[in-house]
C-alpha cells in the first residue's frame, strides 16, 4: 500500500509495503549442507553397511527445511517533479527469515536381528536477512492512452545487511537398552555493506479525485561486499551409563565460502557452506573466498495513493 503526500511546492511522500521474491544464493547453502550432511551421514552409510551384509534393512523418516524466499519491503520516497521525470531519494528496510522445526529419524535392523534408532530434531533451524538501504532514482511515464497508463521506474542504492543462521539440533541414538544424546547449539551472525538497485514499471489501474490505486512490478537486486560477525557453538554428550560432557566455542572473523571434504570407509563427500572458522583450514578444508552473494528476485506491490 501507498500513502502520497502532494504538495503545492511539487513535492510528493510516499510510504510503500510490496512484496520480494528472492533467491539469497550462498546463504541458503546452509540448507543443502544440513540435508547433504544428513543423507552422506546415514543413508549412504546405511546402505553401504546393507550391500556388505552388516545390515539386513533400514527406513529413513525425513522432513523438510525451509529456505529463504519472500519477503515484505517497506520504503518512504520523496520525490519532486523535473521536467519530464519524478526525481526521487528513498528510504527502504526489509526483513526476511525462515524457521523450521523439524525432525529426522532411521531405523535400522542389523543382520544378527538388532535394531537401532537415530533421531534427529532441529528446534529451531533458522535464517534471517534484513536490509537497511537509502538509494536514489527516478519515475517516467513511457506509455499513455486513454485511462491506461504506464510509468518507468528505478532506482540505484547503498544498503547495510544484517545476515543470520541458528541451528539448535537434538540428536539421539539408541541400541537396546543404551541410548546417547548430543545436541549442539549454533548461531552465526554477520552484518556488512552492499548496493542495492531494480527496475520495473508502475501501472495505475485507478484514478477517482484524489484517490488511486496501482500496480509495480519489476527485478530487484542486492550485492553484499563483505559480511563480518561473531559465532557460538555450545555443544553437550550424555549417555545412558551416566557420563555426561559439555563444551562451549566463540569466535569471530569474515564469512567465506568453505569447503570441506569428507573420504571414509563408506564413502566420499564434499561440503560448501558459509563460514568464519578458519582453524580447521587445511587438506580436509579449504577457503574458496569472500562471502558476497548477489540476492535478487522480482518484487510487485498494489499501491494504494491518496493525494492533497
Not at 539421539?172 to 547449539?185: A, C, N, P
Not at 561473531?230 to 566455542?249: A, E, F, M, P
Request: aromatic share 18%; no cysteine; proline share 2%.
Amino acid at each position: 500500500m501507498i500513502i502520497s503526500l502532494s504538495f503545492a511546492s511539487g513535492w510528493k511522500v510516499k510510504l510503500s509495503l510490496g512484496g520480494f521474491l528472492g533467491n539469497y544464493g550462498d546463504l541458503n547453502s546452509f540448507v543443502s549442507y544440513e540435508e547433504e550432511w544428513l543423507k552422506f551421514n546415514n543413508e549412504t552409510w546405511a546402505e553401504f553397511q546393507k550391500t556388505s551384509g552388516f545390515l539386513s534393512s533400514y527406513s529413513a523418516q525425513k522432513g523438510n527445511f525451509k529456505e529463504l524466499k519472500f519477503t515484505l519491503p517497506v520504503a518512504l520516497r520523496v520525490s519532486r517533479r523535473m521536467g519530464s521525470f519524478d526525481v526521487f531519494g528513498e528510504v527502504s528496510y526489509f526483513s526476511a527469515s525462515a524457521r523450521t522445526s523439524t525432525s529426522y529419524s532411521y531405523h535400522l535392523k542389523f543382520s544378527d536381528g538388532s535394531t537401532s534408532t537415530v533421531d534427529y530434531n532441529y528446534s529451531p533451524f533458522e535464517l534471517k536477512a534484513s536490509l537497511v538501504g537509502l538509494g536514489f532514482g527516478a519515475v517516467k511515464q513511457v506509455f499513455a492512452r486513454g485511462r491506461l497508463r504506464m510509468n518507468l521506474e528505478a532506482s540505484l542504492g547503498f544498503a547495510y545487511v544484517n545476515l543470520s543462521y541458528l541451528n539448535k539440533l537434538t540428536g539421539r541414538m539408541s541400541l537396546g537398552t543404551y541410548w546417547l544424546e548430543v545436541k549442539d547449539d549454533f548461531s552465526m551472525d554477520g552484518k556488512g555493506p552492499g548496493m542495492y538497485g531494480y527496475s520495473g514499471l508502475e501501472i495505475p489501474v485507478l484514478s477517482k479525485g484524489r484517490f488511486s490505486l496501482n500496480l509495480r512490478a519489476g527485478y530487484f537486486f542486492l550485492k553484499v561486499f563483505s559480511v563480518k560477525g561473531d559465532s557460538s557453538l555450545n555443544s553437550s554428550v550424555s549417555d545412558s551409563s551416566g557420563y555426561s560432557n559439555q563444551d562451549s566455542q566463540a569466535w569471530s572473523g569474515e564469512w567465506f565460502i568453505k569447503e570441506v571434504s569428507v573420504d571414509t570407509w563408506w564413502g566420499k563427500v564434499t561440503y560448501r557452506f558459509p563460514s568464519n572458522y578458519r582453524d580447521d583450514l587445511g587438506d580436509g578444508a579449504k577457503d574458496l573466498g569472500g562471502f558476497s552473494p548477489v540476492f535478487h528476485g522480482p518484487y510487485f506491490s498494489l499501491s494504494a495513493g491518496y493525494s492533497f
